[in-house]
């Protein structure tokens, strides 16, 4: 399986579009001189490191690179059309079928996506004559 490399030239970033917040307790015990639980809020977001992909072959593959910010959790990706383009928990997509598909990652409830479109190679018709 060939992986096609990531043009960093071409890539654009993904703004996030969602905000997840998840409060944080700072317990400081019953003592008179120190809060019980004082509550903050920490934003959780994840974006994308392209908006938009495109494959011209079945069986090509490339990184999907998710920056999160305010959390620890493992990324969990997903497929809208797993018939099109199919991702791994690594952020690899892969081309299996022709059409487009929307890759979604999420962050608790923060969540980015790109649109993968696999269509056939372009061919250039050379008019001879």
Excluded at 8 to 14: D, E, M
Excluded at 24 to 36: Q, W
Excluded at 56 to 84: K, M, R, T, Y
Excluded at 85 to 107: C, E, F, H, L, N
């Amino acid at each position: 399986m060939k992986r096609k490399k990531l043009d960093t030239r071409k890539a654009r970033w993904l703004t996030v579009l969602t905000v997840a917040t998840m409060p944080i307790a700072a317990c400081g015990g019953d003592s008179p001189t120190g809060p019980a639980a004082s509550l903050g809020e920490v934003a959780v977001t994840v974006s994308l490191n392209v908006t938009a992909w495109e494959f011209h072959a079945i069986g090509q593959s490339a990184q999907l690179i998710a920056l999160v910010n305010g959390s620890e959790q493992i990324p969990l990706w997903e497929s809208s059309d797993p018939g099109v383009a199919v991702i791994d928990q690594d952020g690899i997509v892969t081309s299996v079928g022709w059409g487009t598909a929307m890759i979604r990652v999420y962050v608790g409830l923060a969540v980015a996506e790109a649109v993968v479109t696999v269509s056939p190679p372009l061919t250039t018709l050379l008019d001879i004559g």
